[in-house]
């Protein structure tokens, strides 16, 4: 098995078992390879370890739940992604989202906030995808019914330094990104992260002026800070809009105009 072969299986196995008491052990016997193994390939391709996927996956999944099934109890739900307690749960679901379980239900929109990665043998099949860390698929089968309607994309600018203070840093600088688009999307508007500081709204309108509305609300807290243990670290967005309409037929077509939407949103925000 190829070093490509094994991280896809590794992958599907974590995203098949994320409901169960799963460890890094776990994962390298059904993937029939050492622990060590497959935690460096995790950490060089992903640049993540297995059990921080696994819990970032899993409240990802988890907050879908919270909001999807409104009347499971916050016990229920803790129980099924393998907690046997409310507190165990509330505590690693702050840890990833900065946020109570009890708060996050009353947003009432789920926020994909780690997607699944991307198999890397779907990567090399199309080598312009490189860049393309997760899976969103299921924002393509939405756009494919939503071809004329508009995209806001946004990118952090200089999310290095950030996580150069701290990677938790850098997660709340990119939940904070996801806030401010979420604060100013329509009910019938879907946020997606699509790359590691890169998120796309698609919206439910064809009206470009809608879209650039939404663009201008959330620009208008650029330098707004975000507070990393008393510390304030200004945080700022690029954003553009671009409507993709029945030219673009194919998932890699969607990514591809999305990335260079991001692009130059960057390069008029860096010449303005």
Wanted: aromatic fraction near 10%.
């Amino acid at each position: 098995m190829s070093k490509l072969e094994l991280l896809a299986e590794a992958l599907e196995y974590v995203e098949q078992h994320l409901q169960e008491d799963l460890h890094t052990e776990d994962v390298a016997v059904a993937c029939y390879c050492s622990k060590s193994t497959i935690e460096k390939l995790f950490r060089q391709v992903n640049h993540i370890s297995v059990r921080d996927y696994v819990i970032r996956r899993r409240m990802t999944k988890a907050a879908r739940t919270l909001i999807e099934c409104p009347d499971a109890s916050l016990l229920d739900v803790a129980l099924s992604y393998g907690y046997s307690s409310n507190e165990a749960f509330t505590r690693v679901f702050y840890q990833t989202w900065n946020c109570l379980p009890s708060k996050y239900r009353e947003n009432k929109r789920v926020l994909e906030l780690f997607p699944r990665f991307r198999s890397p043998l779907e990567s090399r099949e199309e080598k312009f995808m490189s860049k393309q860390k997760f899976d969103v698929s299921e924002l393509y089968d939405l756009f494919r019914s939503r071809s004329e309607c508009w995209f806001v994309c946004c990118d952090i600018n200089h999310l290095v330094p950030i996580n150069e203070i701290s990677h938790k840093a850098g997660d709340l600088a990119i939940l904070e990104s996801m806030r401010r688009m979420e604060a100013v999307a329509g009910d019938e508007d879907i946020l997606f992260r699509i790359g590691g500081d890169e998120f796309v709204l698609l919206t439910n309108s064809e009206d470009e002026a809608y879209a650039k509305k939404l663009t201008e609300e959330i620009l208008s807290h650029n330098e707004e800070p975000i507070d990393f243990e008393g510390r304030k670290i200004p945080l700022s967005l690029y954003a553009g809009v671009v409507k993709l309409g029945k030219k673009v037929g194919r998932y890699s077509e969607m990514f591809t105009e999305l990335q260079s939407t991001i692009m130059q949103a960057k390069y008029d925000f860096d010449n303005k």
